[in-house]
Nanobody
Framework: EVQLVESGGGLVQAGGSLTLSCAAS????????RGWFRQAPGKEREGVAC????????YYANSVKGRFTISSDNAKNTVYLQMTSLKPDDTAAYYC??????????????WGQGTQVTVSS
C-alpha cells in the first residue's frame, strides 16, 4: 500500500517553532520529489517547500525562506519540515506529496491526509 502520513502539527505561539513529519510507506520516498503544501480555509493551496530526487535540490516559497527547512531521513523514509519564527499567516493545513518524475513542478502522484498548524498571535 502506498501511503503518506503527516504528523507534528498543533497550536503554537507566534515566534515559536514546529517540525512536521511525513512518513512514506509502500515506496521509496527519496526516489520521488518530496513537497510540502499548505492550504488555509478559503485560500488556494500553496507550495511551501520541495526537495528533488537525485540531486536533492531544495526550493522554498518566498514567504517561508529563511524560516522553514525541508530535510529527509532516507533510512526512515521520512521527510521533515522544520518551521521557525512562525507567524499567524502560517496557519493552514499542511500536506506532503510525492512526485514520481522527481521534479518539484507539475503534478504530484501521492498525497498525505494533512496536519493542522495553528499559530496564535
Amino acid at each position: 500500500e502506498v501511503q503518506l502520513v503527516e504528523s507534528g502539527g498543533g497550536l503554537v505561539q507566534a515566534g515559536g517553532s514546529l517540525t512536521l513529519s511525513c512518513a512514506a510507506s509502500g515506496f521509496t520516498f527519496d526516489d520521488y520529489a518530496r513537497g510540502w503544501f499548505r492550504q488555509a480555509p478559503g485560500k488556494e493551496r500553496e507550495g511551501v517547500a520541495c526537495i528533488t530526487s537525485g540531486d536533492g535540490i531544495s526550493y522554498y516559497a518566498n514567504s517561508v525562506k529563511g524560516r522553514f527547512t525541508i530535510s529527509s531521513d532516507n533510512a526512515k523514509n521520512t521527510v521533515y519540515l522544520q518551521m521557525t519564527s512562525l507567524k499567524p499567516d502560517d496557519t493552514a493545513a499542511y500536506y506532503c506529496a510525492a512526485n514520481y518524475m522527481g521534479s518539484c513542478s507539475g503534478g504530484y502522484d501521492y498525497w498525505g491526509q494533512g496536519t493542522q498548524v495553528t499559530v496564535s498571535s
